[in-house]
């Protein structure tokens, strides 16, 4: 148990009376339902005031990198020319590309076309042409801090069918973080997430979701976009997660590429949309750190 007067353990530099006391007596009086899987967050994914700056100067970056290849993107474009094009700002600004080399993931963010759901490897081989849709994933990092975002794109005019999915999908991110209150619980976000896509015909996919970003590139917690309201994790000031729903427009049910190891496609070849946002619980509600 942490004294009073002890330096508090969220590393602030601060006394714990005048940090994180309150915090802790407002968990401690909280009961929780483990029939619903009601858990504390540890401690160790509250960020301090330093963290969130860190995190959100980091997010600068990222949004940063993400609106260069929506200036650029057209059809006719091969996706490594925006790949290449995202280390070199990334670099620039003397950051550092999160995905390349994560886990052997050779390039430095992942562009999903069509029916590709996520983690689509750039090659100069892939034109982009009239009528697709194509999801831009970027995580950054900057002075050892992480941000994660992505966006949907339409290249030229692309179908009625594709452009309800983009919509709608992006309705079911904006509930989802509408719905991420603080004291409130992570159910909450994929039940706002998924009753959307339910409700429009779509499908969510389960196998992947969001994640705790800042500190490092995946965190607790995992951040499923189907879910019922009050259950899982509290959510409590200082936590920073992405809210990234991917919603198909057949089954959920993905697969993935044998050969290369990372792109995941929806199992019926139908289209798929995703939009990411990284951001922080408040006091008040949420902040949006990467966009």
């Given amino acids: 148990m942490t004294e009073r007067n002890s330096m508090c353990w969220c590393g602030s530099g601060k006394k714990y009376k005048h940090c994180h006391l309150a915090f802790d007596d407002r968990i401690a009086s909280i009961k929780f339902n483990v029939f619903k899987g009601q858990v504390r967050p540890p401690k160790k994914i509250i960020n301090n005031e330093k963290d969130i700056e860190g995190i959100r100067k980091s997010g600068v970056i ?26 070199d700002y990334i670099v620039s600004h003397g950051a550092i590309p999160a995905c390349l080399d994560y886990e052997g993931y050779p390039k430095n963010v992942c562009i999903s076309i069509n029916d590709v759901v996520c983690h689509g490897i750039p090659s100069k081989d892939t034109i982009l042409k009239e009528g697709d849709i194509v999801n831009i994933d970027c995580t950054t990092i900057l002075d050892g801090y992480f941000a994660d975002a992505s966006r949907m794109f339409m290249i030229g005019t692309v179908s009625p069918e594709a452009e309800r999915l983009v919509r709608v999908t992006k309705e079911c991110m904006e509930l989802g973080i509408a719905a991420a209150k603080p004291w409130h619980f992570l159910g909450d976000i994929g039940a706002a997430c998924g009753e959307h896509a339910h409700a429009n015909g779509y499908s969510v996919v ?49 697969t993935t590429d044998k050969k290369d190891g990372w792109t995941v496609r929806t199992k019926d070849h139908k289209l798929s949309a995703q939009w990411e946002k990284t951001i922080l619980i408040t006091e008040t509600g949420t902040e949006v750190l990467s966009s």
């Fill in 62 to 87: 990222n949004d940063g990198t993400l609106d260069l290849l929506g200036e650029m993107i057209r059809p006719g474009i091969d996706t490594e020319t925006l790949d290449q094009a995202a280390h």
């Fill in 206 to 254: 389960t196998d992947l979701g969001g994640h705790g970003v800042g500190k490092a590139f995946h965190l607790e917690p995992f951040v499923l976009h189907v879910g019922e309201k009050d259950t899982g994790m509290l959510l409590v000031p200082g936590m920073v997660l992405t809210v990234e729903p991917m919603i198909n427009q057949g089954t959920y049910k993905v």
